[in-house]
């Protein structure tokens, strides 16, 4: 509403601050014109060096929560929504709809993956009540899980069964090179 009283001209203000230049960007920095990075100015009469930073720095924080979960960047990509659009009518869903469940099982409590198999055959009883709750959906972070396998030390035993997993995955991963390679250990580099 103050934005409605007083216009301000954002591309002036983001031209200055050195920020992109869009629609969402615009209302991103309308957001941020209106907290409270200007307090100083009617507390003292001054604006600290620092205003202009935490201004700058609230544009992004709220321009980060106007982009939409599926447009966003993680370390190794974007994450897609299962609705993003392929084209001829066809959604990812359609794609990954058949491999949501990678974890079901078969009969007898076996796994149709037979590498997970192998790692699920080095964890004991405890350890594998901790993979399951994360695997489940019933702790988020592998504290959380060995939480609710009923771990002491949730943290320590979390992070222990963690390392475990990531091992004998990593074992897995090496043995399959090793059978692709034809049985022979790749050569190493001689250190210089």
């Given amino acids: 509403m103050q934005s ?35 307090d100083p100015l009617w507390d003292t009469g001054r604006l600290p060096s620092s205003a202009l930073g935490a201004l700058k720095a609230e544009a992004r924080t709220v321009h980060r929560q106007l982009v939409p979960l ?16 392929l084209g001829d ?3 990812l869903y359609d794609l990954v709809g058949a491999d949501l469940d990678l974890l079901g099982r078969v009969a ?22 901790t993979v399951f709750a994360l695997a489940s959906g019933e702790g988020e ?16 035993f979390g992070e222990r069964v963690r390392r475990k997993a990531q091992r004998l995955a990593d074992e897995q991963r090496r043995r399959q090179q090793l059978r692709r390679v034809g049985g022979q250990a790749p050569v190493q580099p001689i250190p210089r």
Avoid: C, H, I
């Fill in 108 to 129: 007898g409590g076996v796994f149709e993956d037979e590498r997970l198999n192998a790692v699920l055959r080095g964890l004991d009883e405890a350890e594998l009540k």
């Fill in 89 to 91: 009518g066809l959604v």
């Fill in 4 to 38: 409605q009283l007083f216009p301000v001209d954002t591309s002036m203000v983001s031209d200055r601050l050195v920020l992109p230049r869009s629609e969402r960007w615009d209302e991103a920095m309308d957001t941020a014109l209106l907290g409270n990075w200007n």
């Fill in 70 to 85: 599926w447009r966003r960047g993680t370390r190794y990509g974007r994450v897609l929504s299962l609705d993003a659009e």
């Fill in 141 to 156: 972070t592998w504290t959380e899980s060995a939480a609710v396998a009923g771990a002491t030390d949730p943290t320590a």
